[in-house]
């Protein structure tokens, strides 16, 4: 992978993260004459713990 993109997530929005994954699924697509769409890789961050 040449791009990873983190989206912080506490999974109480589930909504709001189908967008952020879209826009960024989008930005990708925009940028497909100078970017491989294989190259970037999206990573949900969850973690569970409260603070």
Avoid: C
Wanted: proline share 6%; aromatic share 6%.
């Amino acid at each position: 992978m040449r791009f990873s993109v983190i989206i912080p997530s506490r999974g109480t929005r589930p909504k709001a993260l189908a967008q952020a994954i879209a826009s960024v699924q989008l930005s990708v697509s925009h940028a497909a004459d100078f970017l491989d769409p294989n190259e970037v890789e999206i990573l949900v961050g969850f973690d569970g713990v409260r603070g």
